[in-house]
C-alpha cells in the first residue's frame, strides 16, 4: 500500500510529505537528499496527532529543505573523461580512460589514478554509459570484499548474525535493516572513507538488536563506536558528493 501523501503550507512554503506506519515507538521526520519530507510513525498514534507535530516541527522541516536545496547545487554531474576526480575510500583518485583493441573491460587502481580499459572505436554517449556500467560493477566488488570483513568484525562485537547482506544501489538510503534480520547497504559508501563505511554497518547491525532509533539505540552503537557522531556528522555533509 502506499503511503498517504499531505501538504501543509506555512511560511510561504508548502510542504508536501507522506506518513508511513511501523511498529516503533517514536515518530521521525526526515528530509531525503531529493528533498522529499518523509514521517514515519508509530502504529498507536492517529492522523490528527501526526499533522499536529508536523505542523510544530515546519520551522526545522523547512531549515532541513534548505539544506537539502544548497546541496543539490553542489551535485557534480559525471562526464567520465581523462583528469576527471573521483572518489574512492574517501580519496580523490584521477580517472584515466583507455581504449584498446579487444572486446573487454576493465578497471585498474594503482596510486592515485583509477584506469578504465574499453573497446576502441565508441560513440561518446555510448562510451560514457559503458565507463559508468563498469566503474560501478568495479565499485560493488571492491565494496563487497570490504564489507564481508566489516560485516564479519562487528557481528562479533555485537553478537549478532544478519541472515543475508545485500549490496544495493539506493538513492536515498545508505542502509537498512529488516525485521528478519536481513541488512542492505549502498555500494556508493565505498566512496567514502572506511571509518564512514564502519558506521553505517555498526548502525544496521546495531537494529538487529533495536529496531528503532530511540537513546538505547544509540547508547548501542556508542558501545561499540564511541565516535560514532563524528563519522555520522562527515556522512551528512559530504553524502551529495558520494555519486557517480
Known amino acids: 500500500m502506499k503511503n498517504k501523501r499531505y501538504s501543509l503550507e506555512t511560511q510561504n512554503t508548502i510542504i508536501h510529505y507522506s506518513i508511513a506506519r511501523a511498529k516503533r515507538k517514536t515518530l521521525g521526520i526526515t528530509v531525503d537528499i531529493t528533498g522529499e519530507v518523509k514521517v514515519s510513525a508509530p502504529l498507536y498514534i492517529d492522523e490528527k496527532q501526526i499533522i499536529e507535530i508536523v505542523e510544530n516541527k515546519a520551522d526545522w522541516i523547512i531549515k532541513k529543505m534548505g539544506i537539502v536545496k544548497e546541496m543539490q547545487k553542489n551535485i557534480v554531474l559525471r562526464q567520465f573523461v581523462n583528469g576527471e576526480k573521483i572518489l574512492y575510500l574517501g580519496k580523490e583518485h584521477e580517472l584515466k580512460i583507455v581504449e584498446m583493441n579487444y572486446?573487454?573491460?576493465?578497471?585498474?587502481?594503482?596510486?592515485?589514478?583509477?584506469?578504465?580499459?574499453?573497446?576502441?572505436?565508441?560513440?561518446?554517449?555510448?562510451?560514457?554509459?559503458?565507463?559508468?556500467?563498469?566503474?560501478?560493477?568495479?565499485y560493488k566488488k571492491c565494496f563487497s570484499d570490504i564489507i564481508d570483513e566489516k560485516i564479519r568484525e562487528y557481528s562479533l562485537q555485537l553478537k549478532v548474525a544478519p541472515l543475508k547482506v545485500v549490496i544495493k544501489?539506493?538513492?536515498?538510503?545508505?542502509?537498512?535493516?529488516?525485521?528478519?534480520?536481513?541488512i542492505n547497504l549502498n555500494w556508493r559508501l565505498v566512496m567514502a572513507p572506511i571509518s564512514v563505511i564502519d558506521y553505517v554497518i555498526v548502525h544496521e547491525l546495531c537494529h538487529m538488536k533495536i529496531m528503532n532509533h530511540s537513546k538505547d539505540f544509540w547508547n548501542q552503537v556508542e558501545l561499540i563506536m564511541p565516535n560514532y557522531n563524528v563519522r555520522r556528522k562527515w556522512l551528512r555533509e559530504n553524502g551529495n558528493k558520494l555519486i557517480l
Do not use: A, F
Request: aromatic share 6%; with cysteine; hydrophobic share 30%.
Open 103 to 138: 572486446n573487454k573491460t576493465e578497471v585498474i587502481l594503482q596510486n592515485d589514478t583509477i584506469t578504465v580499459y574499453l573497446p576502441e572505436g565508441m560513440q561518446k554517449e555510448s562510451k560514457k554509459q559503458l565507463i559508468r556500467k563498469t566503474l560501478v560493477l568495479w
Open 169 to 182: 544501489e539506493q538513492k536515498t538510503r545508505w542502509g537498512s535493516c529488516s525485521s528478519k534480520g536481513n
